[in-house]
């Protein structure tokens, strides 16, 4: 990949975007992620204002450490770029104490999923607030691959500049735009449990072995045509592509042809 050329098409669609539409700016939250990090440093490369958000709910320190130290590079290096903090953590746990108490084995995840939509929620507010809009932060694979991500979370966005791009190419880009290596290495993870777990532990696939699945899946394989860990990754995708195109087909619309 041209990592040169690609990094110039999307800051130079995401300034159309914005001129385009009639906006002001860009909004996006920081992770201390590889994806958020490129992302954002994109973003800075319009030269619009760009407000980086960090939206912590019982964040693991480290995830908190590596979006400070992207957010410090972004402002060092880009003077549109400014930044805000919002603790979200009171308004989750207050939440929490709300609702029903459940022994339901689908708890942990419907909690996970409320805290990408709270982020949701605050992102969406300074969006309104400044009269920019809200930069998406899924990749290939995650979007359109695995549906890694929360319908109204983080799937709740305006553009997605990197959707385009598998991880691997993220990767290249990231290597491009000089994110700091600390983001570089670290195992990628969404934050959303409150402990270390990455996003390979959930998915039993790295983003590699799932790329692949992807691919082959594109290619007409079935798999049958595969053994052992082969067989089982794309086993894995195939899976994980049926249940979640909920996330990434339209959402239904009942149509009514006669309405008398």
């Not at 992207?70 to 207050?94: C, E, M």
Request: glycine share 6%; charged share 25%; aromatic share 8%.
């Amino acid at each position: 990949m041209n990592t040169e050329k690609v990094s110039q098409h999307i800051v130079s669609w995401l300034k159309n975007y914005v001129e385009t539409s009639r906006v002001k700016g860009l909004v996006i939250g920081i992770s201390g992620g590889i994806d958020s990090a490129v992302v954002s440093t994109l973003c800075a490369k319009t030269g619009l204002p760009t407000l980086c958000l960090e939206l912590p709910i019982h964040q693991a320190e480290s995830h908190v450490s590596r979006a400070k130290e992207h957010i410090a590079f972004l402002k060092k290096n880009y003077p549109n770029v400014s930044n805000l903090q919002v603790d979200l953590t009171p308004v989750f746990d207050r939440f929490v104490s709300q609702i029903p108490k459940t022994d339901k084995t689908t708890y942990e995840m419907a909690l996970a999923n409320t805290r990408a939509r709270l982020r949701m929620t605050t992102l969406y507010y300074f969006a309104g607030l400044e009269g920019y809009i809200v930069v998406g932060t899924g990749n290939k694979i995650e979007d359109f691959g695995v549906g890694f991500f929360t319908k109204y979370g983080d799937g709740g966005v305006d553009v997605s500049p990197i959707a385009d791009l598998m991880k691997s190419e993220v990767r290249q880009l990231a290597h491009y735009l000089n994110i700091p290596d600390s983001i570089l290495k670290a195992k990628p993870a969404d934050g959303l449990f409150g402990d270390d777990r990455s996003d390979e532990d959930q998915l039993k696939a790295s983003y590699d072995e799932l790329e692949w699945a992807m691919l082959q899946d594109q290619n007409g394989k079935q798999a049958d045509d595969f053994s052992g860990r082969e067989k089982e990754v794309f086993q894995i995708y195939k899976r994980l592509n049926k249940a979640n195109q909920h996330k990434m087909n339209p959402i239904p619309i009942c149509k009514i042809e006669d309405k008398n």
